[in-house]
């Protein structure tokens, strides 16, 4: 499976962004999904993940509420919908593949390149 991140970009704080990645690949609907990202200097962290069948998604407490992720299994597809985007947004974001959906960055067999992320106050 090969994933490609997009939709980032530079936004004001409390503006939105919707990041999509896009794989390839006939077993993407077998995989969990997750959001992860990566500020200057820090590690990864996770931030959203979604169950192979779209069912049921789980989100940092940081972003919970604001973040909503999705996918679209017919196009190979999650979305990252981010709303009321803060300067401690700023990151690269990544998605990854894995085989359960969990916040174990260790547990991803795939990652995309990341897209990046970047909110003015």
């Known amino acids: 499976v090969q994933l490609q991140a997009s939709g980032g970009g530079l936004v004001q704080a409390g503006g939105s962004l919707r990041l999509s990645c896009a794989a390839s690949?006939?077993?993407?609907?077998?995989?969990?999904i997750g959001w992860f990202r990566q500020a200057p200097g820090k590690e990864r962290d996770f931030v959203a993940v979604i169950t192979a069948a779209g069912g049921s998604t789980a989100y940092a407490n940081s972003v919970k509420g604001r973040f909503t992720i999705s996918r679209d299994n017919a196009k190979n597809t999650v979305l990252l919908q981010m709303n009321s985007l803060q300067p401690e947004d700023t990151a690269v974001y990544y998605c990854?593949?894995?085989?359960?959906?969990?916040?174990?960055?260790?547990?991803?067999?795939?990652w995309g390149q990341g897209t990046e992320v970047t909110v003015s106050s």
């Open positions: 990854a593949v894995g085989r359960i959906p969990t916040m174990s960055t260790s547990r991803y067999d795939y």
């Open positions: 690949g006939r077993a993407f609907s077998r995989y969990a």
